[in-house]
């Protein structure tokens, strides 16, 4: 039932991180139905978020003395990136962050990437200095808005900078026998830095 994967890649997939009796070509129900999950996987990042995989079938073949091992794939269609806003943020910051996010307008929808987005935006955020900086439609339908049949969606982030945070005064305690500026010189900031 596939037509995105070809045959080699498909093999491929299948040995990547293999059991030790799967990878000798040995029965192993366990790691069939492991596979099936990590096909599954495969396409969703690939942007068919309602693919859907049987059970492994497995037939025994009895002259060859070898099973068979066959999963039915209903590919479903593709979901792609209609639009990506994030309101919030000034124009140099916004296109910083859409080079660091692994989805993109136009692009294919990947989920499972998209909350990892959703951290590298948080990070960046922190490290300009915004460190109470949130995203204020996490938890809501604004955030991820499906359209029709779900083969697109669009992408909507909705930030609160609030203030940017400087560090004032750098109190060193505790130190008995290292001096405090050799301390302040292994830091990686200085008192009015982000």
Avoid: C
Avoid at 162 to 170: R, S, T
């Amino acid at each position: 039932g596939k037509s995105f994967l070809p045959d080699k890649r498909l093999s491929d997939l299948f040995y990547e991180n293999t059991s030790e009796l799967s990878g000798l070509d040995i029965y192993d129900l366990k790691y069939y139905e492991g596979f099936r999950e990590k096909l599954r996987e495969f396409y969703i990042r690939n942007g068919f978020l309602g693919v859907f995989i049987n059970e492994p079938q497995i037939q025994f073949e009895s002259k060859t003395k070898k099973f068979r091992v066959s999963f039915k794939v209903r590919e479903g269609l593709r979901t792609s990136i209609t639009s990506f806003s994030i309101d919030g943020l000034s124009f140099d910051e916004r296109n910083t962050v859409y080079n660091l996010l692994i989805n993109k307008e136009g692009g294919l929808f990947n989920p499972i990437e998209f909350k990892n987005d959703l951290v590298r935006l948080e990070d960046f955020l922190k490290k300009a200095g915004y460190y109470f900086a949130k995203i204020e439609n996490l938890n809501k339908t604004t955030l991820v808005k499906y359209l029709a049949d779900n083969s697109q969606v669009e992408l909507h982030i909705k930030i609160k900078l609030g203030m940017k945070v400087f560090a004032d005064q750098i109190i060193i305690i505790g130190n008995k026998k290292t001096r405090k500026e050799l301390i302040k010189r292994e830091l990686a900031f200085d008192s009015g830095s982000l």
